[in-house]
């Protein structure tokens, strides 16, 4: 497996309080993204970063906001958690400078689950 | 709005026997990657296969096999010799256009294998 790690892997919050999940790689790639996964719409896109301090939009941002200072760390922040953001949240790795078979390939954390009441 | 579509939201097999999920995907870009990720219980996304759309030979990997139709955007994934342990969520994806380094997913197939 890639490696990368998510954390927390569970979290149970409450409507109205900020949250932030991590994303953790040891591989040095280029690009980093935030999933959401939720029943009947697979995996949904949220935010992406393409390097250090570089990041954009997905078509599911309304709500969160993403930060990445160092090349392995890409973090999600929900600064006001609701309830409509309880979720799998997937984080995912690439890098379109690699050759072969792994070129442009998404290689994906664990997940964590967020329950926010 | 892109979009994926995987037109069989459930699917069960027989074990040994052999199943294909449709796909089909609507990216403009010319040269990309098409993804086929399967979800089992544990929920970890693992991948599958991959197809080079420049490439017209189809891929495969041991019991995992592609028909791809570039004209008709068309990705589907074969499973022969179907195993208890294919049991799963699969999902497939395409890029984005005007952005590969970005996919776009499918709703996904359920998959059940029957002993």
């Known amino acids: 497996d890639a490696g990368i790690t998510q954390s927390p892997r569970h979290k149970v919050t409450e409507t109205g309080t900020p949250v932030t999940l991590r994303c953790h790689q040891t591989?040095?790639?280029?690009?980093m993204y935030w999933y959401r996964q939720d029943p009947g719409h697979g995996l949904r896109l949220i935010h992406y970063s393409y390097g250090v301090k570089d990041t954009d939009k997905g078509e599911v941002s309304d709500g969160y906001s993403v930060s990445r200072s160092k090349t392995e760390d890409f973090l999600l922040t929900l600064e006001s958690a609701t309830s409509s953001q309880t979720s799998v949240y997937f984080c995912?790795?690439?890098?379109?400078?690699?050759?072969?078979?792994?070129?442009?390939?998404?290689?994906f954390g664990p997940g964590t689950r967020l329950t926010v009441l | 709005a892109q979009t994926v579509t995987q037109s069989q939201p459930e699917m069960s097999v027989q074990e040994a026997e052999t199943v294909t999920l449709s796909c089909t995907y609507d990216t403009s870009e010319n040269n990309y990657y098409l993804f086929w990720y399967k979800q089992p219980p544990s929920r970890q996304m693992i991948l599958v296969i991959r197809?080079?759309?420049?490439?017209?030979q189809n891929a495969t990997e041991n019991r995992f096999s592609v028909n791809f139709q570039k004209a008709a955007k068309s990705f589907s994934l074969k499973i022969s010799d179907s195993q208890l342990g294919d049991t799963a969520m699969y999902f497939c994806a395409s890029p984005w256009s005007g952005g590969s380094e970005k996919l776009v997913f499918g709703k996904g197939t359920k998959l059940t294998v029957n002993p």
């Open positions: 591989e040095n790639h280029r690009y």
């Open positions: 197809q080079e759309a420049y490439k017209q």
């Open positions: 995912a790795i690439s890098d379109p400078r690699l050759a072969g078979p792994t070129a442009d390939t998404q290689y």
